[in-house]
């Protein structure tokens, strides 16, 4: 069986789309390798690139796509409404059959290393690359982020994995092994932004500070297991949004928790009104969605249709099923 692995970078570029053209390039020009999406966000101002291959060519392109984008974006020059600190922000790796998994984490860690030395980038290792429980989580690491970055890498808690110099055009990127995850917005209709950080504070596992009688802050934890979330406002749309990754598919499938959200919604009387995905989505999260919205579907190819009706995938941008649905059965065969 061949070593598929998929990787998901997230470039602090969304408006330059000569830059984005250059990094994509890099990338579908190395054999071996299929870039399947790029999912540009102007507001942001950051793209999502998906490809997929055999573990040393995705290796190989990530490289080059590293090369390309720091040579090519200034962070000291960019502004965005999404958490970063990095010109390549986070670079996952996926291992779509886990019986490879262990030799893409030592391969990743070497592959983070030479970043590091050749690029002059420092590197964090997050997820199961992590050496460290405090590393793991990606909003850990990323705290601070581009502008205060420097200051914090000062710590000792905080140095580096790799690299030890700050580099104000790159900044500082996170990299690692992770599990498939779901990058999903749900829009919401009336209401305020601080309704929708609300709201994301109910949702993601952390949950959110409350203060008792006395004054004292305690966490309430949140309704769904491996679920980050933010309230955010994107201009390019007009939409509040509650912006999450799904890291938890199983444990927190998607249609339950658009369910959660137009629940919270209903309790602060508004609404949502559809949703956005970022990158792709693994073909099963669709079909059990559709069959859990309607189970009285007989074909996954229906189901696939409703959860994209139900969820209102369609509302701020195309969503085509043949370009952001990944179909891990048919890549393990590639």
Request: glycine fraction near 6%.
């Amino acid at each position: 069986m061949k070593k598929i692995v998929e990787c998901i970078p997230n470039f602090s570029e969304g408006n330059n789309l000569i830059t984005i053209q250059k990094i994509a390039d890099v990338i579908s020009e190395t054999q071996g390798v299929s870039l399947l999406n790029i999912d540009i966000g102007k507001a942001t101002n950051r793209t999502v690139m998906t490809f997929i291959g055999e573990m040393d060519a995705v290796i190989e392109a990530m490289y080059k796509a590293f090369e390309k984008s720091t040579s090519l974006i200034d962070m000291s020059q960019h502004q965005g409404t999404h958490p970063r600190m990095g010109a390549v922000d986070v670079c996952p790796f996926v291992a779509l059959d886990t019986s490879y998994e262990a030799e893409l984490i030592e391969k990743v860690d070497v592959f983070a290393s030479k970043v590091a030395q050749n690029l002059k980038v420092p590197i964090f290792l997050y997820e199961k690359s992590s050496k460290s429980i405090e590393r793991k989580f990606l909003a850990n690491i990323r705290k601070g982020e581009y502008q205060g970055f420097e200051k914090k890498m000062n710590e000792m808690a905080w140095k580096p994995d790799y690299g030890n110099t700050w580099n104000p055009k790159t900044g500082a990127s996170a990299i690692g092994v992770r599990d498939l995850l779901i990058a999903f917005n749900v829009n919401i209709q009336g209401g305020s932004l601080e309704i929708a950080k609300k709201m994301a504070g109910a949702l993601r596992e952390t949950g959110y500070l409350e203060k008792d009688a006395l004054g004292n802050k305690k966490r309430i934890a949140g309704i769904h297991k491996g679920l980050r979330a933010i309230g955010w406002y994107i201009e390019d749309f007009d939409k509040i949004q509650i912006s999450m990754n799904i890291t938890d598919i199983v444990s927190s499938p998607i249609h339950l928790v658009f369910e959660s959200c137009m629940k919270l919604a209903k309790e602060n009387n508004i609404s949502v009104s559809g949703s956005e995905l970022i990158g792709l989505i693994p073909k099963k999260s669709m079909i059990d969605a559709g069959y859990y919205f309607n189970p009285e579907l007989i074909r996954d190819s229906e189901a696939i249709v409703c959860a994209k009706k139900t969820l209102n995938l369609n509302e701020v941008k195309p969503f085509d099923e043949s370009k952001h649905v990944l179909d891990i059965e048919k890549m393990l065969l590639l």
